[in-house]
């Protein structure tokens, strides 16, 4: 299949993206967020973007609207905490959980009666929903499990010849998908953590429930308020493991590492690294093998290493090293994002140097609080 390359700077692009997507086609497009993988609301149309993705078929999609009024089509908004959140956050990268309306098929919820529900900040993303005649379903634009497209490029890579059509709208301007939250419970609750964080949450609503899915891993077979959160995701190819402690630690565990290893780091690390400040993609010279060092932003500025994070493993992976090493954030705020993905991404595999020799420690509450 030819996939048409089309730019979101071309209004032209965006109706004929339009077309395609009212013809029942499969159009990657730019959100604030990551791309998404859209189709509209018709049962044939998200057939096709389960099967690009390679999605199974229990992991429903986020339905994509222009404004507060349309989501009301799809879903019961009727509760004042959907109201308010809607109020505060929207346009922007929030995602409701809502009782759904018999408007949206089955295959776009995988079944349940609820359905995830945003309207993106993404000016384009809003105006090619409405060249399409209305909500898009749409996941991120990858291949199910591994790393979620940031550029019009990750999604060349992944998608090529199998969709319809690409949008181009540059780097995205978030980094790491929406916030999820479920409001069909008795409490709101975070099924997954992103750019508006549980502080921003809790001022407006006071507590919320964390989903244990957020923070350790759920087994194949257990029951998850958000069935993605069962799958393997954000993965690079090649082998990734979070490296915890102090960063002299992370630093000797480096060094004495054979091979040729990444590790992804903060700004203020590179130094433990051997590397001039504010450098990155050095290779530093070692003993045994040979290290890539890749600075993803500053540990303090979540935001940056959001925008940062999936970029940095797309490069990486494509360094084909025998092992990528990440350092993740304080889950403070916007950190909690970050590090969810990156452990996720790692298979919640985490070694500390102080006590790799021993075994890999645990994914415990001391290392994500949220
Ligand atoms: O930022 C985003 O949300 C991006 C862009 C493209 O908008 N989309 C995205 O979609 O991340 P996806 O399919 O990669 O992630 C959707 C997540 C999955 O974990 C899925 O299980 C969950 O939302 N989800 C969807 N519908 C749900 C529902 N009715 N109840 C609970 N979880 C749901
Ligand atoms: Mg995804």
Not at 20 to 38: D, N, Q, S
Not at 63 to 86: F, P, T
Not at 266 to 282: K, T
């Amino acid at each position: 299949m030819t996939t048409y390359l089309l730019s979101d700077t071309s209004l032209d692009d965006i109706y004929f993206a339009g077309s395609l997507l009212k013809a029942g086609e499969v159009v990657a497009i730019p959100t604030e967020t990551v791309y998404g993988l859209a189709a509209v609301l018709k049962t044939e149309a998200v057939e096709k973007i389960f099967k690009a993705k390679g999605r199974p078929a229990d992991n429903p999609l986020i339905v994509h609207v222009s404004n507060e009024e349309e989501a009301e089509l799809y879903a019961h908004v009727n509760s004042r905490v959907a109201k308010a959140l809607m109020n505060r956050f929207w346009p922007g990268p929030l995602t409701l959980v809502l009782p759904k309306k018999n408007t949206v098929p089955d295959i776009v919820t995988a079944g349940l009666d609820t359905v995830a529900i945003r309207c993106p900040s993404h000016q384009r993303a809003r105006e090619i929903i409405r060249a399409a005649g209305g909500a898009l379903a749409a996941p991120s634009a990858n291949r199910s499990g591994s790393i979620s497209p940031t550029t019009a490029g990750h999604v060349y890579d992944d998608m090529n010849g199998h969709i319809a059509g690409i949008v181009n709208g540059g780097m995205c301007k978030v980094g790491v998908e929406s916030t999820v939250i479920d409001l069909t419970g008795a409490r709101p609750r975070l099924l997954r953590p992103g750019f508006v964080t549980a502080e921003d949450l809790r001022i407006l609503l006071g507590q919320i429930e964390i989903d244990e899915a957020v923070t350790k891993p759920v087994g194949a077979d257990e029951a998850v308020r958000a069935p993605g959160m069962k799958y393997k995701h954000y993965a690079p190819k090649t082998p990734l493991t979070i490296l915890a402690g102090p960063p002299e630690y992370a630093a000797s565990f480096l060094w004495a590492q054979p091979g040729k290893n990444v590790v992804i780091c903060f700004e203020l690390e590179l130094l433990f690294f051997e590397v001039p400040s504010a450098e990155e993609g050095i290779i530093v010279e070692k003993p045994v093998g040979e290290l890539i060092v890749l600075n993803y932003g500053k540990e303090n500025e979540p935001e940056t290493l959001m925008r940062n994070l999936y970029s940095y493993l797309h490069k990486a992976d494509m360094l084909k090293p025998d092992h990528i090493y990440a350092r993740i954030p304080e889950t403070k705020g916007g950190g909690a994002a970050v590090a969810n993905r990156l452990l996720k991404a790692a298979g919640f595999e985490v070694i500390d140097p102080l006590d790799y020799i021993c075994e890999n420690i645990g994914y415990g509450e001391d290392i994500i609080s949220l």
